[in-house]
C-alpha cells in the first residue's frame, strides 16, 4: 500500500540519501555535494527554502519530491517547482511517481499556484514519455541556464561595483530586509 507524507527533520539523513541515488541514476554522483546539514538548514529551519514529501510502500520508502515556490510574474501567481523526483528501481512501475506528481499538483491547485514546473535530462526518454502520459508539455523553445561556483561569484562581486547598485545605496541583502 503507498503513502505520501511530508518529511520531517528526521528524515533528513533518508532525503539525502535520495538525492544520492538520484545522482548516480542521473550520472552525476559527484555534483550531489549538499549535506545533511545543509539540507536541515535549509528545509527545516525558520524559513525553509523548500519542502519535501515520501513515498512509503507498505512502509518501505520508496522516493520522494523535492520542491518550492517560485512566482510567474506573466500569470501573476505562485508556482511550484520540482527540483528532484525519485523512485527507487525495485518501486518502480507500481504508479508511485505518478502519485507523487499528483500530490504535488493538489498542493499546486490547492496553494493558488498557476502551473507545476521541473526540468528533466534530455536522455531521459523514459521519465520523459511518462510526463508526457501526464499531460505535461515539453518546452522546447526555452532552455535552462546556470550560474554556479566562480561564475556566480565573479557576477555578484560586479555588483558592488555598478553605480546603479551604488546609487540606489542598498545592497540585496538590505533590500530584503526593507522588505520585512
Known sequence: MLAIRCATRQDVPLIRQFIYELAEYERAPDEAVATE??????????????????????????????????????????????????????????????ALLAYLARVAVDEGCGRLVWAVLDWNTPAIEFYKSLGAKVMKEWLTLRLSGEDLKKLAALSETLPTARAVGASPKAAKEQVR
Not at 525553509?48 to 513515498?55: C, H, L, S
Request: aromatic share 20%; charged share 25%; proline share 6%.
Open 37 to 98: 546539514a545543509d539540507l536541515l538548514r535549509d528545509g527545516f529551519g525558520q524559513e525553509p527554502k523548500f519542502r519535501v514529501v515520501i513515498a512509503e510502500w507498505e512502509g518501505q520508502p520508496a522516493g520522494f519530491a523535492l520542491f518550492f515556490y517560485n512566482y510567474s510574474t506573466w500569470q501573476g501567481r505562485p508556482g511550484l517547482y520540482l527540483e528532484d523526483l525519485f523512485v527507487r528501481p525495485v518501486f518502480r512501475g507500481q504508479g508511485i511517481g505518478k
